[in-house]
């Protein structure tokens, strides 16, 4: 069998039914415009570019919902990816879905739950992003979807549409961390509170600084001998450097801090899927944010500061 650290399987998600305007749909050809099979290729890394995928029909769902934003297209995009999802982390690759809005993780997580079942092991998350994505079917205000992924994988009642049926396989809140937050609405702040998720505002970052808020979840996955699914938003990162998101939130993280945790999560050893979401071409400034978010990604499978090539935009 292939060593996962060194065969790595990109699979295109472009889906922008789950946001609020119009864009993320180019996401996927950006990052491999932006050069991303190159750069992995490059650190010595086997790459498959499996295209795009395509949503089911999902016809069983309703398309008129008054309050839920375009809840048939994103219940199918979320059975076609969990599909999907549980086929790739019970392979040879490292799965990569290049987005396309945050939707995608409602059919990412579901797959790698499952996958994470068949396999006796535990699935932790690291969700990196300014918003908590927590909230219900029920307490969200927009009626955008990429707002409810974290409460749908972690079990929360009132998605059964989107799958048929009740998610099967969910993600245990003790084995999640969300990272970089700065927008969380209340609802979503009681229910992390209830929940005892491990979540890291901006604050605890300046505070404590990066690493030492990242490193003890680390270790919890390594110990329990967990399988690692990151997810990074665009707006996890200050969007003076990443403008390309249409959910821009002043304060994000730093260029450093960014890499610093892609260098921490390679050096772990842990990770095994990952999800790179909220890419807006429409809104970026000459291919700035792809191009960033290519760099994080080869820093996250082992590129060095020393190996970084000098860019101006």
Known sequence: MEDPLHSIALLGAPIEEGTGRRGCVMGPAAYRTAGLVDELEALGLMVTDLGDAAPDAALDVPDDDPKLKHLRKVAGW?????????????????????????????????????????????????????????????????????????????????????????????????????????????????????????????????????????????????????????????????????????????????????HLVMEMLHDSGLVTSLDLVELNPFLDDRGRTARLMVDLTASLFGRRIMDRPTRSF
Request: aromatic share 6%; with cysteine.
């Open 78 to 258: 979320t059975r076609s990816l969990a599909r999907h999802a549980e086929e790739l982390a019970m392979g040879p690759q490292l799965p990569i879905y290049m987005g396309g809005d945050h939707a995608l993780a409602l059919g990412t997580l579901a797959g790698h739950a499952a996958a994470a079942a068949r396999l006796g092991r535990p699935l932790f998350v690291l969700w990196l992003d300014a918003h908590s994505d927590f909230n219900t079917f029920e307490s969200t205000v927009s009626g955008n979807l990429h707002g409810t992924p974290l409460a749908f994988a972690c079990g929360l009642p009132g998605f059964d549409v989107l799958m048929g049926g009740p998610l099967k396989h969910t993600l245990d809140p003790a084995n999640l961390c969300l990272l970089g937050l700065r927008s969380v609405d209340p609802p979503e702040r009681r229910m992390i509170k209830d929940l005892g998720i491990t979540a890291h505002d901006m604050r605890a970052i300046d505070e404590t600084g990066i690493a030492r808020l990242l490193g003890p979840f680390l270790e919890r996955c390594a110990a329990a001998n967990g399988l690692l699914h990151v997810s990074l938003d665009v707006d996890f990162i200050d969007p003076d450097i990443a403008p390309a998101v249409g959910t821009t939130v002043p304060g994000g993280v730093t260029f450093r801090e960014a």
